[in-house]
């Protein structure tokens, strides 16, 4: 009966400690995470030119494939490679001997024909004289006279036409440069050495392509090209057609200090093809551009800049402030005051009131162009809007589906020095490196706008805070906390991830 009284008594005592124990190791709430702090910047108003930018590709105005114009063993080339040359310059010179010899040959035709041509004509005017005063000459010996001296001036003309062959021949033996007057060239290496045969209209012996002026040749899409016509139909572009339209021109490695792209050079369009590519939906566009100092080679790649419209007063907002959601556009603005206009307000550490702000998602359509780290915006957006520059990924849209009450910000003005250089992106103070939904989106720069992470986001001053929810931990190599939430008890923070 004793033993049985003992085993009792203890088993009573050993329940009574483990839970003491449990009552013990019971950790208490955390506190509140701070307010989430944001950095906005207002629009600005800047004079702008719509425009689109296009890839292109120069070529040179003209381009002469220099060829052989007789058959013949190339004796010497006149030029170093790369040179530049005029119209007529002497290039190569082919074998000309041949060539002279068969020029002497068809100059002695000729005077043999021009003899021939001379004692036929003398019979014919004599067998004519008589013909007409009816002596002893019959009308078929008359006949065959004038026409032996018919066919004599025949074979003159034929031999005359053989000395000008022969004298061409002997001239293309000399090979110049066949350029426009006043138009000087770059020649390409030579593709012939001297002593190799080269055959007439077949042996490329090298190339001559202008340098200045050059054309730069794009393609321009529908939308582009319609909108263009269209301006230019209500007088809003200074041309008569889309031929006279401006555009700049920039190459490859020619930015700015912050790395934008420049376009220094100016061009004029002087060519529009006649029908527009049905596989690619585009219409070929030629420019003309100047280029005295021949800073750009034929082929060269090019940005070319398309200017649609005249300049116009438009409103800018920071680029890094535009955020993607299914296709459209949008911006973060901050609202001061609620419907009825209240101030938004948070309790900072002493419990004193402080300036807050609700975050709204703005659509502000298709932006336009894009200035030195500004984006044009034409809906949405007006003058002394607080947008928000830095911190989107923290913000929380909407209200508390508990309280009630609109999640709430602080935010301050953008700093140049502070701002400019990077974006950072803050953490929850709750948040840990580990594998939490949070850490994941921040660390990719994704937007977490419709997430139900409660800390992100502070509710209005005086609510309180989100029900308890069940902590979720993710395996991973590295130890990892969940996510804390106010006035919620998430466990133990030693717990490791498999």
């Known amino acids: 009966m004793d033993r049985r009284l003992c ?3 203890l088993l009573l005592a050993g329940m009574a400690g483990v839970a003491g124990c449990g009552q013990a190791s019971s950790p208490t709430a955390p506190p509140p995470p701070p307010a989430t702090q944001v950095v906005y910047d207002t629009p600005i108003t800047q004079v702008v030119t719509d425009y689109e930018d296009f890839p292109g590709r120069t070529d040179a105005i003209y381009t002469v494939e220099v060829r052989a114009r007789v058959s013949g063993y190339l004796k010497r080339v006149y030029f170093h490679d790369g040179q530049e040359v005029r119209k007529d310059e002497l290039l190569f010179l082919i074998d000309p001997r041949p060539f002279k010899a068969t020029l002497d040959r068809q100059k002695g035709a ?9 004692r036929l004509n003398n019979e014919y005017h004599r ?3 008589l013909f007409e005063q009816g002596r002893a000459i019959s009308r078929e010996e008359f006949d065959r006279y004038a026409f032996d001296h018919a066919e004599a001036e025949a074979a003159l003309s034929t031999a005359r036409a053989n000395v000008d062959l022969a004298q061409l021949d002997l001239d293309w033996t000399q090979v110049t440069a066949d350029l426009p007057e006043g138009i000087t060239g770059r020649l390409s290496r030579r593709m012939v050495d001297p002593g190799n045969l080269v055959k007439a209209d077949d042996t490329m012996m090298t190339t001559i392509v202008s340098q200045d002026p050059l054309y730069v040749y794009f393609d321009v899409h529908e939308q582009a090209m319609l909108r263009i016509r269209r301006l230019i139909q209500e007088g809003k572009v200074k041309a008569r057609s889309e031929k006279e339209v401006s555009l700049l021109i920039g190459l ?13 050079h100016q061009g004029m369009v002087d060519f529009t093809d006649n029908r527009v590519d049905v596989q690619t939906g585009t219409l070929r566009f030629r420019a003309k551009l100047s280029n005295p100092d021949q800073m750009i080679s034929p082929g060269l790649f090019v940005k070319v800049r398309l200017p649609i419209g ?3 007063p438009a409103l800018m907002i920071r680029e890094q402030s535009l955020q993607s959601d299914q296709g459209l556009k949008k911006v973060l603005v901050l609202r001061s005051e609620d419907e009825n206009g209240n101030p938004y307000s948070l309790k900072d550490a002493k419990g004193e009131p402080v300036p807050a702000y609700k975050a709204v998602a703005v659509d502000v359509g298709n932006p336009g ?8 915006i034409s809906q949405g957006i007006k003058e002394g809007d607080k947008v928000v520059a830095v911190g989107m990924q923290k913000i929380r849209l909407g209200k508390n589906p508990v309280t009630k009450e609109d999640y709430l910000v602080l935010a301050r003005p953008f700093d140049p020095e502070r701002d400019s250089s990077s974006r950072p992106v803050a953490r929850p103070a709750a948040d840990s490196v580990g594998g939490s939904p949070v850490a994941t989106a921040v660390a990719t720069g994704k ?8 800390a992100l986001a502070v509710p209005a001053a005086g609510s309180p805070a989100g029900p308890p929810k069940q902590s979720s931990q993710r395996p991973g190599p590295a130890p990892a906390r969940s996510v ?8 133990s923070s030693g717990r490791r991830g498999r």
Do not use: C, M, W
């Open 447 to 454: 937007s977490l706008i419709g997430d139900t992470a409660a």
């Open 7 to 9: 085993a009792g008594l």
């Open 310 to 312: 005249e300049a116009h």
């Open 252 to 264: 490859s490695d020619e930015k700015d200090r912050e790395g934008n792209p420049v376009y220094p």
């Open 369 to 376: 162009v894009l200035r030195n780290g500004f984006r044009e």
């Open 110 to 118: 000729l005077e043999q024909a021009e003899a021939h041509a001379k």
């Open 127 to 129: 067998a004519k004289v």
């Open 484 to 491: 804390t939430r106010a006035g919620n008890d998430s466990g």
